[in-house]
């Protein structure tokens, strides 16, 4: 069993920037990759961006390239996203994943991918 526990949501004006933590537990970790996605009110969780564990290989949605940065800690089983230039758009509860099995490229953003799902940390993006 793993458990992920996200922190560093917040409120944040328009063009600011917040860092986000999720911090894995359990007796073995050792995804093949995690993943933070986001879910507004009234809308459809949605992917934001994913790495690869082993290889730090990453993947972005559309709408926060060029903006959001995923990384990882290995040592730390954390993987953090740094997000930049924040929109009201970018309001909803963030949550990360992570998931055990070989991800094809499409896996990454694909919610049905991900085996262990944190409890989500609420960003608020002021207009």
């Known amino acids: 069993q793993v458990q992920l526990v996200e922190s560093g949501g917040g409120l944040v004006q328009t063009g600011g920037s917040l860092r986000l933590s999720c911090a894995a537990s359990?007796?073995?970790?050792?995804?093949?990759?995690m993943g933070w996605f986001r879910q507004a009110p009234g809308k459809e969780r949605e992917f934001v961006a994913a790495?690869?564990?082993?290889?730090?290989?990453?993947y972005y949605a559309d709408s926060v390239k060029e903006r959001f940065t995923i990384a990882r800690d290995n040592a730390k089983s954390t993987v953090y996203i740094q997000m930049n230039s924040l929109k009201p758009d970018d309001t909803a509860v963030y949550y990360c994943?992570?998931?055990?099995?070989?991800?094809?490229?499409?896996?990454?953003?694909?919610?049905?991918?991900?085996?262990?799902w944190g409890q989500g940390t609420q960003v608020t993006v002021s207009s």
């Open positions: 994943a992570s998931g055990a099995r070989i991800f094809t490229f499409r896996s990454y953003s694909a919610y049905s991918a991900y085996d262990y």
């Open positions: 359990g007796r073995t970790f050792s995804p093949y990759a």
């Open positions: 790495i690869r564990w082993s290889t730090g290989i990453t």
